[in-house]
């Protein structure tokens, strides 16, 4: 009969080692992406809900998936950081105005000349400065991490089917997975290596700016300028015009 309160409290001890042994990357995770997120964000809070996120991951984790803890639990910290992140969104929609504005214009620019827009062309098609322009995209590069993982909200922003899993949503999360794939190969050389050293080799800005031999803030620019053409030319997903 002793056995079985036991057997009982076994879950609940192994859930509190997984969240002692993966307390690191909770915390590698939140510094990660403060490198994409401006000053304002603390970097406690983002620790905060990203230890909640691995709470939960370490009472949900079953490894008859195939995915080993650290993977699985990577994935729901940052979706927590995410989650935490949209709930206090710090661009104000003057910025998520303008975003679209410049993808907009990106659009009709490509779709009148049949090539990528080039910097010069989308800022004289929004009256502004080619400086003014680069700030905008600098604002992307920090805006658009939010809206790179399934939401729901009304500033347009573009955003992967939702992720929850019946058959429609499986089939929308796939089918945009393959675009996403064909307007990434599709993005301009160096567009595409910034995108290739900040996602899969998750280098940060200073990083790709050694790599690129070129100043941190063009690094931001030209990511930022990537993501604001996924935006653009993944438009139909949200029907942004």
């Known amino acids: 009969m002793s056995a079985l309160p036991q057997f009982a409290a076994q879950p609940q001890i192994n859930e509190t080692l997984l969240v002692q042994r993966h307390s ?40 008859a998936h195939g995915a080993s803890f650290e993977t699985y ?55 502004i400065s080619l400086d003014e322009y680069h700030q905008n995209v600098q604002d992307a590069a920090q805006c658009q991490v939010l809206s790179i993982s399934p939401r729901e909200d009304d500033d347009g922003d573009f955003d992967a089917p939702s992720g929850d899993e019946g058959p429609q949503a499986a089939l929308e999360r796939s089918e945009f997975q393959g675009e996403l794939a064909k307007a990434i190969d599709s993005l301009p050389e160096r567009e595409k290596l910034v995108l290739s050293l900040y996602y899969d080799d998750e280098l940060n800005l200073r990083e790709i700016g050694a790599v690129l031999d070129v100043s941190e803030s063009r690094v931001c620019q030209i990511h930022g300028q990537a993501l604001l053409r996924l935006r653009s030319r993944l438009g139909d997903w949200r029907g942004i015009q």
């Open 24 to 63: 690191e990357l909770v915390r590698r995770i939140a510094h990660h992406l403060m490198g994409r997120l401006p000053s304002s964000v603390d970097v406690t809070d983002l620790i905060q809900a990203g230890l909640i996120g691995l709470l939960e991951a370490a009472r949900n984790y079953s490894g």
């Open 73 to 127: 639990a990577g994935i729901r910290v940052r979706g927590a950081m995410l989650d935490e992140l949209r709930r206090g969104d710090w661009a104000p929609r003057s910025v998520h105005r303008r975003l679209r504005e410049i993808g907009a214009a990106m659009r009709a620019i490509e779709q009148e000349r049949g090539r990528e827009a080039r910097d010069n062309e989308i800022a004289e098609r929004l009256g």
